[in-house]
């Protein structure tokens, strides 16, 4: 069974960077997106980004001047750093796996990271 | 990227159909049949319900169906019943290679 769970800092202060990480358990890497998704509080769904398993990297145009998705496959996990955050940068977010760009089957459950100095 | 357009509510009766629309552009609705559906309980992750407009994945119920016409996609409920009752977000996959979801509808079972 594959399991999908998020780890991080809870609070972060403005200015600084969030960073996760999304520890994989229970399947192969290969050939997925390994996504990050964030949901401000009481908000809809917004999609961060994916790295593929060749290494290859996209990003929503809005967030991509701060964000960067890296994976370390010795460790089974991937990545999120997201740098100069404000308070509108707090939200859940969600790691997931998905076969294809918005095929995400698994899902982590989720962090809630607030930016508050 | 601008998000997809879906209704802020809609609601039903058990047992009745709703559909749900999702409104894009030529350049990611429209352009792609790489349309997702996504349910999503109170503090819960989303959960797959189509993929690729009209697919499901297994373990899905059959009374979730989803179709799509020029930039709209829908997502059709049928026999509703009370677990069904949560979000709905579509997503689709843009001209960009990037991924842009809707806004979310909010489901209220009578």
């Known amino acids: 069974q594959v399991q999908l769970q998020e780890s991080g800092p809870g609070l972060v202060k403005p200015s600084e960077t969030l960073s996760l990480t999304c520890t994989v358990s229970g399947g192969s890497s290969s050939r997925y997106y390994w996504s990050w998704i964030r949901q401000p509080p009481g908000k809809g769904l917004e999609w961060i980004g994916y790295i593929y398993y060749s290494g290859k990297t996209n990003y929503n145009p809005s967030l991509k001047s701060r964000v960067t998705i890296s994976v370390d496959t010795s460790k089974n996990q991937f990545s999120l750093n997201l740098s100069s955050v404000t308070a509108a940068d707090t939200a859940v977010y969600y790691c997931a796996r998905a076969w294809c760009v918005g095929c995400a089957d698994y899902w982590g459950q989720g962090t809630l990271v607030t930016v508050s100095s | 990227q601008s998000a997809l357009t879906q209704p802020a509510s809609v609601s039903g009766s058990p047992g009745q159909s709703i559909t749900i629309s999702c409104t894009g552009t030529s350049s990611d609705v429209g352009g792609f049949n790489y349309v997702s559906w996504y349910q999503q309980h109170p503090d819960k992750p989303p959960k797959l319900m189509i993929f690729e407009v009209s697919n499901r994945p297994s373990g899905v119920s059959n009374r979730f169906s989803g179709s799509k016409s020029g930039n709209t996609a829908s997502l059709t409920i049928s026999g509703l019943q009370a677990e069904d009752e949560a979000d709905y977000y579509c997503?689709?996959?843009?001209?960009?290679?990037?991924?842009?979801f809707g806004g979310g509808t909010k489901l209220t079972v009578l």
């Open positions: 997503s689709s996959y843009t001209s960009s290679s990037t991924l842009v």
